[in-house]
C-alpha cells in the first residue's frame, strides 16, 4: 500500500522540478490526485472540529445501511431494508407486521432492541419494543442506517441490550427540488411518495413530503385472504438552519393515519366459545415534532439540545392505547487534546398512557405517567497514538419500574496497522422493565371441563418485576487492504440473568363476570437465565468497478434455563434461526441499467416449527437521464409462499408471498 | 459443548485482553481525509474541466492563478496540490487577496472566495466584469448570489454546484462531464 502511494505521485507529475527540491510530496494530497471527480464526490470527509468515527474504526459490531443499498435491494419499508444487516433476524408475520431481533429472542414485540429515528426513539414503553408499521418515511430521503448488534455504547438511550438501530435522514439541503416515486405491484398497490425541498432564506432549508401505500392480503397457509391488507398515509417536514455563528438547527414533524386487518383467534373467553376467530381491523394515528440544536462552541467542544413531543393512537382491537411521550436530551462533546475524546450528556422522558382494555387485554392501572431520568458520560483515550484507544463509560439511569440502574462499558481498540483493525468490548446492558412486565392482564386461553367448569389461564404482571440484566463480552476484527475488499467479523457471548419468564400461579375463583371461573395465573417473573454466543461475518469485494458482492453469514446459539419449563428448553432459546447467510450483488450494466440481487437463506425455527427458507430478490433498474428512475423487481422469487414466524398474540401468521413490482421515480 | 465459564469481573478480562496485544512498527494512516484536503484537490481537479477564453491570460507571466479572496482556510494543504503541477504550459501559483480592488493589479484565472459574498458581492461584481474569472467556494448559497462553482459540504461529502448561466456569461465553458456530477442552477444572479 506504501509503495502505490509513493509510485502514484512519480507517474502523475509531468517533470520533476528541480527549482524547488524542498516541496515534499504529501501522500495523502497525492493519493486524492489520482482519484477521479466522482471518487472524491464519494470521499468521506471529516471537519476540522467533528471526529467523526468511521465505520472502520467502530469498536462494535455495526453495519451501516446506505442509500445506495437501500435503492439497490428495493427497500420499500424499513423492515425490507434491515434484511442486509449481518445477524439481524428479520421474520415477516403478517402484511404489517414484523419479528425483528439481534442476537437472540425474536419475538413480534421484542423488546431488546432500541430503535431511533434523528435521534427520536420510537419502542414503545408499553412493552418495550418497536411498532414497524408506523415508523416509515420516504426511503429516498434516507441517509443511512446504522446498526448496531450488542448493546449500544453508553451514549444510546434505554433499551439497547441486543442492539441499537439508528435511521438517519438526509438534510433539507440534501433534498432540493422535487421527488415523486409512484409504485405498482401484487400485494403493494399502490404506493406514492412525493417531496419538495427548497431553500427559505439564507442557509435555510426545508422539505416537505407525503407517503401513501395500500397492501392486499397475504395468504393463509391454506391459501385462503389472510384478512391482513394494510394501508397508510403520512406527511411531514424537516427544516434545517445554518447560522452564521456555527450553530446547526433542526426542526422535523410528521403526523400519521392508517389501518391493518388483522386475523385473529382470541381465547380466554368465560363462556362458550372459549375460542374465537375474529376478523378486526387495527388502527394506527399520531405525530411527532423534534427540534434540536447544536453548536460548535470551540475547536474542541460541541453542544447539543434536542426536544421532541411524539404522540401515538393505536386501537389493536385487544386494547386501545394512547400515548404522549415528551424527551429532552443535552449531549456534550469535547476533545481537548486529541488524546481525549468525551461525551456526556442528560436526559429526561415523561410519558403518559390511557389504556381502554378488553376482556382479553388490559392493564392495571389503566392510567400512567413515568419519568425517565438518566446521565451518561465517556471518553475514549488514545493509549498508543493512532495505535490503541480504550473507552470507558457509564450510563445512569432511574426509571418509575425498577428504580437505579447503571450500564458501565469498556471497550478496546487496536488498529496494528491502517488495513487492521481489533476490538474487544465488556458491557453490562439492562433492559428495564415495561408497563405490560408490571401492569398486563391477559386472558390468554380458556376451557371447560365436563362438568362446565371453566378455568381461564391469565398472564398477570408483577409489580416486583426486576430490569433483566445483560453481562456481553464482545471482539471483532476488520480488515481492508484496499478499496476493493472489507472483511468485517464479530464474536459475542451474552450472559443473561433474570430474564422474563412465566411462572404458575395458584388457582383462585373469581365470580365476576359470571359464571364463577377459576383462575389459573400465569405469573410474569424473571427466572429465565442463561447464555448466547454466536458469530457475524461480512465480506464486501468489488472485482470491478461497476460490480460489488457482499456475504455474509451468522451463526448464533442460545443456551437458556428456567425452572418453570421442566428441564426442556424454554421456547425462546429455539425462536431464532441458528444459521443465516446471505449474498447480494450490484452489478452496473451498459445503457444507465443497474442490475442488483439478494439471497438470503434462514434457518428454520425449532420452536415454532417454521421451515427454513431461501429467499431471492432480484430489481433492474434503469436510469435514461439524471431525472428519471425506473425499475422492475421481485421477490421471492423460488418460492410462491411460506411462513417466516408463528402466530403471535392471537394475531396469525400469514405466508410471505412472491411479490413483483415496479416503480417509477422523477426528481425535478 | 458446554461454554466455558467467563467471570463477571469484566474489568479484569479487558486489562487481560490489553497485555495480550503486540505492538507493531507500520505507521498507521488516517482513512478519512480532512476538509480542505479534499477541497484542494478538488480545485486543482476543476482546472481540467474548465475552458478559459484565450485572453484571459497574461502573456508575459507565464502562470496560471488560483486567487483566495479572504482567509486562507487551506493551510499548506493547496501548495502541496498544486506544487509542480502546471496547466497548458503554465505553472499554477496562488496569490491571497485581503480585497477584490487588487483584483486590477494582479488578476487571476480561478478565484476562491471565503469572505462571506454578501459582505462583498458588490465590488467584487465590479472588478469580476469583463473578465473571465472562475469563482469558486464552499458557502452555502454562492451558486444562487453570484458564484460559479461550490464545494458544499453535506454531511461528510463534498456536494458540486455549478451556476452555468453564471460561468457563461463570464466567458467561461464548463465540461459536461462536470456538469452531469453536479446541482446546476441556470439563473443568472
Known sequence: MILWVIMLPISTVAHADARNPKTVEDPTIAYLKGLSIEALLKTEITSASKKAEPLFDTASAVFVITQEDLRRTGARTIPDALRMVPGLQVAHINASTWAITSRGFADWFNNKLLVMIDGRSVYTPLFSGVYWDVQDMIIADIDRIEVIRGPGATVWGANAVNGVINIITKKASETQGGLVSVGVGTHAQPLVEARYGARIADSADVRVYAKGFQREPFETTDGSDAHDAWKSMRGGFRADWQTAAKDDVTLDGQIYDGEADLALDLSGFVTPPYSRSLKETQTVSGGHLLSRWSRQWTAASELMLQAYYDRTHRNQVVAEEKRDTLDFEFKHHWDPDGRHDVVWGLNYRWTRDDIVGTWNTSFDPDSRSDNLWSAFAQDDVMLVTDRLWLTLGSKFEHNDYSGWEIQPNARLRFKPSADHMLWAAVSRAVRTPSRSDHDIRVNLASGADSLGNVSVFRVEGNEDFKAEELIAYEAGYRWQPDRRFYLDLAAFYNDYERLRDIQNGSAYLETAPAPPHLVVPQLITNEMQGHTYGIETLATWKPADIWQVSASYAYIELDLHSPNTDGSLPPEAETSPKHQFQVRSYLDLPWQLHLDSELYYVDRLKALDIDGYTRIDLRLEWNPTRQWAFSIGIENLLDDAHTEFDDRAGVNASEVPRTVYGQATLRF | ?189
Open chain 2, 1 to 189: 459443548m458446554r461454554p466455558i465459564s467467563i467471570p463477571r469481573r469484566w474489568l479484569a478480562l479487558a486489562v487481560g485482553m490489553m497485555a495480550l496485544m503486540l505492538v507493531w512498527t507500520q505507521p498507521a494512516r488516517s482513512d478519512s481525509f480532512s476538509e480542505y484536503q479534499v477541497k484542494a484537490v478538488f480545485l486543482y481537479n476543476l482546472i481540467n474541466f474548465v475552458e478559459w477564453p484565450e485572453p484571459s491570460f497574461q502573456i508575459a507571466e507565464p502562470f496560471f492563478t488560483i486567487g483566495i479572496l479572504g482567509p486562507n482556510p487551506f493551510g499548506r494543504e493547496l501548495v502541496h496540490t498544486v506544487a509542480n503541477e502546471t496547466v497548458h504550459d503554465r505553472t499554477i501559483r496562488i496569490v491571497h487577496y485581503t480585497d477584490p480592488a487588487e483584483l486590477d493589479q494582479q488578476p487571476c484565472q480561478l478565484l476562491f472566495v471565503t469572505i462571506g459574498l454578501d459582505q462583498v458581492w458588490p465590488e467584487l461584481c465590479s472588478r469580476l466584469a469583463n473578465r473571465s474569472i472562475l469563482t469558486v467556494s464552499d458557502q452555502i448559497g454562492f451558486v444562487d448570489q453570484g458564484g460559479m462553482v461550490n464545494l458544499l459540504t453535506t454531511g461528510n461529502r463534498i456536494q458540486l454546484e455549478i451556476n452555468l448561466d453564471n460561468a457563461r456569461q463570464a466567458g467561461l465553458n464548463i465540461s459536461s462531464k462536470l456538469l452531469n456530477l453536479a446541482r446546476v442552477v441556470s439563473q443568472v444572479q
